[in-house]
C-alpha cells in the first residue's frame, strides 16, 4: 500500500510499505538529525561523469536509518552515526541532463541569486565571494562530535583537491549548535528557537500532546507539505531545500531592543518585553500572548492568537506572528499552516557562554548568525511567499504594522506600533543574507539516476 501524502506518516507501528518508504528518502526532512555539528561543503562539478558516479556510490543517510538511530538513543543515549545527505541546484541537475525534468519549478530553475524577491536591496551584494560563485552540489554532513567531523570534511575537501577530482571546493561552512541551562536550542539574539514547527511524524505528534498539547494549535502537517514525487525516480519522493546564511548584528539588536525599552517608558524586569515584542517570545521561549498565564518549565507551543485579536500583548508585527499566524490572518487556519515549512536550521560563528546560567555574555557586531534550511514542496507557495508576503510584507497581517523586525526585507520606513504605550517605533536591520540557493533533496534512488 503506497504512503498517504494526504497525512502524517505513522511512525510508531511501520507497516513494510513505509519501511520502503523511508529508506528511499534522505534523512533529516521528516524530522530534523538531532546532531550538534553540522559542516556544509559547497561543490561546483568539474567532470559530469566522475561526478555522478562518485554521487551514486555516496552513503547517504536515509530517513529509516534516522528512525532506527532515533529509537536507539531513546533507549540507549548513545548518539548515532554521521549523518551524510545531497542537495543538487538547477545549474547542477542542468549539469546532470534533467534540467527539463525541473522546468516547470520556478523559482527553483532560476536559483535564489536572482530571485530579487528574497534578497536584501534585491541585488546579492550583500553576498560572500564564495556564495556568489554558485554551487551546484550541496554535501550535508552532521555528527555529534566536532572533532570527527572535521576529520571527515578534510577527507573530503583533500579528496576533491586532487588533479582529477570530480568537484571543484567553492565554500565549506561550519556551524554549531548552543543551549541555554534547559537544553533548548538558541538563536544569537538570546532567544530559545526551533519550536513552532510542523510535524509530520506521529511519533512528533504524541510527544508534542503529551509535553503541551495541541488543543488550541495542533502542529500536525501532512507528508505532501515537504515531499512531492521525485521527478529523477517518479515512484519514490523528494523535496526542495532552502539554504540562506543570515549573519546577526547583536550587538545592535541588544541596542535597540534597550531604545526600544525607553521608548515604551518599560522599567525593570518589564524591559525584557520590548525584545520580546519584536520576537514574539521572551528569550525563554515563554509567547508574549502567554505571557500572564501560568506555565510549566517546557517551551510552549500549543497557543493562538484568539484571546489577543487586537495584537495588545503580541503585536502584529512580532516575528512568529507574522511567520506563523495560527489562523489570525486573513487566510485562516488551514491557510497559514500550509505555508509552513520543516526548518532544520543550525547557528554559526563563535560565542561566550555563561558556565553556569548558559546566557551570552559577549555581544559581537557580526560574525555569528544562522544557517537557514528549510524543506519543502513548493518554493514558490512556502519559502518564498512566507518571506515576500508574510515578513517583507508591511501591511501583513494588518494594514500599517510594519516588516518583520528579524526577517524583513526591502526598503520600508513604516515604524512599527508598540503595544506598551502605542508608540511608534523602527525596530529592523540587525539581519543580512551573506549568501543562499535553491536546491533540490532527490530520493536515494533519484540520485542513483542522475
Known amino acids: 500500500m503506497p504512503v498517504d501524502l494526504s497525512k502524517p506518516l505513522d511512525d510508531i507501528v511501520l507497516s513494510n510499505s513505509e519501511k520502503s518508504f523511508m529508506k528511499g528518502l534522505q534523512a533529516n526532512i521528516l524530522k530534523g538529525h538531532g546532531r550538534e555539528h553540522v559542516a556544509l561543503v559547497f561543490l561546483k562539478i568539474r567532470d559530469v561523469a566522475k561526478a555522478r558516479a562518485w554521487l551514486r556510490d555516496y552513503p547517504v543517510t536515509d530517513a529509516y536509518t534516522q528512525h532506527l538511530e532515533t529509537q536507539a538513543y531513546g533507549a540507549t543515549k548513545v548518539p548515532g552515526g554521521v549523518v551524510r545527505l545531497v542537495h543538487i541546484s538547477s545549474s547542477g541537475l542542468k549539469a546532470f541532463g534533467q534540467g527539463a525534468a525541473f522546468a516547470g519549478f520556478g523559482a527553483f530553475s532560476g536559483g535564489m541569486a536572482v530571485d530579487t524577491s528574497v534578497l536584501d536591496d534585491g541585488n546579492t551584494s550583500s553576498w560572500e565571494p564564495g556564495f556568489a560563485k554558485g554551487s551546484d552540489v550541496l554535501l550535508l554532513l552532521a555528527y555529534h562530535c566536532e572533532v570527527d567531523l572535521a576529520r571527515i570534511v578534510r577527507q573530503l575537501t583533500d579528496e576533491f583537491a586532487e588533479k582529477l577530482s570530480p568537484f571543484d571546493v567553492v565554500y565549506v561552512q561550519d556551524s554549531r549548535a548552543y543551549k541555554n541551562k534547559d537544553s533548548e536550542g538558541l538563536e544569537h539574539f538570546g532567544y530559545v528557537d526551533g519550536r513552532s514547527q510542523p510535524l509530520m511524524t506521529q511519533s512528533d505528534i504524541q510527544h508534542e500532546k503529551a509535553k503541551g498539547g495541541i488543543d488550541r494549535y495542533d502542529p500536525s502537517a501532512p507528508l505532501g507539505q515537504f515531499l512531492l514525487p521525485d521527478p529523477l525516480s517518479p515512484t519514490e519522493f523528494g523535496s526542495f531545500f532552502v539554504f540562506r546564511k543570515l549573519e546577526q548584528n547583536v550587538a545592535g539588536f541588544k541596542r535597540q531592543e534597550q531604545l526600544t525599552a525607553d521608548a515604551e517608558e518599560l522599567k525593570g524586569e518589564d524591559r525584557e518585553l520590548a525584545g520580546a515584542q519584536a520576537v514574539g517570545r521572551f528569550e ?113 497581517p494588518k494594514p500599517g504594522v510594519g516588516i518583520d523586525p528579524v526577517i524583513g526585507q526591502g526598503p520600508s520606513t513604516l515604524a512599527q506600533t508598540w503595544p506598551s504605550n502605542g508608540k511608534k517605533f523602527l525596530f529592523r536591520g540587525f539581519v543580512t543574507l551573506k549568501g543562499g540557493e535553491y536546491f533540490y533533496t532527490p530520493s536515494l534512488a533519484g540520485l542513483k539516476n542522475l
Not at 554559526?348 to 548568525?369: C, E, H, L, M
Open 284 to 396: 525563554d521561549g515563554t509567547p508574549v500572548t502567554l505571557s500572564q498565564v501560568a506555565l510549566g518549565g517546557a517551551v510552549q507551543n500549543n497557543f493562538n492568537y484568539d484571546a489577543d485579536p487586537a495584537g495588545s500583548k503580541c503585536p502584529f508585527h512580532a516575528h512568529i506572528r507574522k511567520t506563523n499566524p495560527r489562523g489570525s490572518s486573513p487566510g485562516g487556519l488551514a491557510f497559514d499552516k500550509s505555508v509552513q515549512m520543516a526548518r532544520r536550521g543550525i547557528t554559526y560563528g563563535s560565542r561566550v557562554q555563561d558556565p553556569n546560567t548558559k546566557a551570552f555574555i559577549d555581544q559581537p557586531f557580526g560574525g555569528v548568525g544562522l544557517l537557514f534550511m528549510s524543506y519543502q514542496a513548493s518554493i514558490e507557495a512556502q519559502f518564498q511567499f512566507m518571506q515576500t508576503q508574510w515578513a517583507n510584507n508591511e501591511n501583513f
